[in-house]
Structure formats: structure tokens, C-alpha cells
């Protein structure tokens, strides 16, 4: 198979969807690889890396997309690039569909076979492609919330560890998966007073065995959420529904409850946000400010720390990019009912059910699309 790898273009992303250790796994199997001109070198990863690993170097993006059969990235397509997607094509990146209409609506008329790294389950259980991603941006969270309490980010003026004398500050964290538990990590090491939100008790249960009296657990419900959000000095949302828009737990009278030059950061962004008052921002430009309370909302956290953001995904990624250049998407689909779920768009049809309920779209069943593609 020919694979693409564009260089990314959405604001401030210096991340590449495969290393040259990744392309020479699918040179070593047989495959072709095309890799943009400077897509790796703002991580130091050169074109005479991969030019050393197999791959072929080409200047423009236009002819990667108008060769190769799989094009791999890392963020969504911007609008130039979702138009020169043909049908048949398979994209395989981060989608985040849910939250964007305009997004799905160019997936879907290209016609391309387009799969979610982010929809993609494990064989035990979770999301093993976007969990090193939420890794990343939960230990992030907790830098991002401490630098902009800082009174020249516009924050209170506070300092997360307190010293002697002085109390630390109080961190609630919303979600106890992989993002809420690695911000909870972070703000744990830096001695913070932390308050940690989930429905899952068992996960409560488990974060309290380990942390003891060094946090405290609350069950999530409205009730409780107001009482940690306007308590605390930072709040860190983490919440995720599989696919599906993130839901609105923090609401803007919460926010307006606050204390003045508090900090929001919301690691659910990608997915429409957790925070009714929060809308997506960018590196260059990573905050704004609702009712006095600063809000960190960039879309990309892990860009920020691109190189080993790049490394950390394509660790998760390469398998399945491996599986689909030796297969084809038809067979590796079948053969492999965890990737099957990545399938968001494909053919014009909009093929994950949250997607299609979130937009308004029929949801058409992968299998159907399938066809009699042999294992």
C-alpha cells in the first residue's frame, strides 16, 4: 500500500502521524511511504531520518493526498485537506466528529473510509490509541492550571503547593479516567489539596487504596460538582463519553460562583467541552476569561509537548496502520472488531452511532459496508 503523511497544518501542531522508526515497519512489510517535506522537523525528526527509514520525501501535501491510498495524521483535517480526500481513500487520524458538523459533512461527501483513533477499543476494554494522548494533556492540565494562576497569565496570584504557613490550593478534578487520573498524579506531586468527581465507585474505591488521606473522593452529580467547582482555585474537566459529545457539568452560574482569577481547563475541548462556558482556543491564543475565571480550552494540549507526544501515540498507532496497509480496510475491519469501532465515516455514511445521533445523521452499521472481505 502507498501511504501518505502529510505535514499538519492546524495552529501550533508540530506533532507527525508516523516516526521514521514507523515507517520503516510498513517499508520492512512491503509498503511504500510518502512523508511531506519538513512534516517532523520541528521535533527533530529530519527528512534524511526518513529518507534512512525508506520513505520517499515530497514538497507538496497536494500530491500526497492525490497518491496515496491511506493518509495518516494526527489531528483532524482542516478544510483543504478534507477536499482533496477521494473515495475509497482510507484517513486514519484523530476525528473527534461529534462536536463538528462542518468536519463530518466534508468527511462524509468525500467519500473516503475514515477512521477515529479515539473510537478505537482494546481487547481490555478503554481506548488504547487515545489513551496515551489523555495522558499526556491530564499531566499537562495541572501545569497549564498552575502557570495561568500566575497574576501576569491573569490568574489570582496563587501557588498550587502553598509553602509552610500558607495552604496549598485546591484542585477539583472532574473524571476519574486516564486524564483525571494523570492530572491527579501531577497534582498529588506537587502538594496541592485535591478533590477527584466520578459515577464509578469502584474507580473511586481503587484512586483511595492508593492515594489515602492525600486526596478526597466525592461522587459525581450535580450537587457535588458545584460544591468542589466553587470551592475550588482550579478545576480540571476530563469527562468523556466514547465518540459522543462531552456533557455540560459545569454550568455558567457555576462558573459565575467562582472565585475571581480561578482557572478552568478543559481537557474535554475536543469533544465539545465539559464547561457550558467554554469554547476552543489555541496555543497561540489559550485562554479567555467568563465571569472573572480564566478559561484554558486549546484543543491540541499535546502539541505543546509535540515530540513526546508523536512518539507516545505512534506507539499505540502503528499496529493497526500496519494492519491496515497489509489488509486493506475491508479485511483488517473484519478480521479486528476493536479497529471496526474506529469506523466513523465511510462511503458517504456516517458509521459511529453517537456521531450520527449527536448530528442528525442515519447511522448506517459498519458491517454493512463490509462487504465479503475474506479474513
Known sequence: MLVGVPKEIKNQESRVGLTP???KELILRGHQVLVQQNAGAAIGLTDA???????????????????????????????????MLRPGQILYTYLHLAPDPEQTKALVASGAVCIAYETITGANGGLPLLAP????????????????????????????GGVPGVAP??????????VGTNALQMAVGI?????ILDKNIDRLRQLDLVYGNRIATMYSNAHSIE??????????????VPGAAAPKLVTKAMIAR????AVVVDVAIDQGGCFETSHATTHEKPTYVVDGVVHYCVANMPGAVARTSTFALNNATIGHAVALADKGWQKALKANPHLKNGLNVCQGKVTYEAVAHALGYTYVDADSLLGQAAL
Open 191 to 195: 502538594g496541592a489539596r485535591v478533590t
Open 169 to 178: 490550593g485546591h484542585i477539583a478534578i472532574i473524571g476519574a479516567g486516564v
Open 133 to 160: 494522548m489523555s495522558e499526556v494533556a491530564g499531566r499537562m492540565s495541572i501545569q497549564a492550571g498552575a502557570a495561568h494562576l500566575e497574576k501576569s497569565k491573569g490568574g489570582m496570584g496563587l501557588l498550587l
Open 227 to 240: 460544591e468542589a467547582v466553587i470551592d475550588a482555585d482550579l478545576v480540571i474537566g476530563g469527562v468523556l
Open 49 to 83: 531520518m526518513y529518507e534512512a527509514s525508506g520513505a520517499t520525501i515530497i514538497e507538496d501535501a497536494a500530491e500526497i493526498f492525490a497518491r496515496a491510498e491511506m493518509i495518516v495524521k494526527v489531528k483532524e483535517p482542516q478544510p483543504q485537506e478534507c477536499a
Open 21 to 23: 522508526a514507523s515507517v
Open 258 to 261: 467562582m472565585k475571581q482569577g
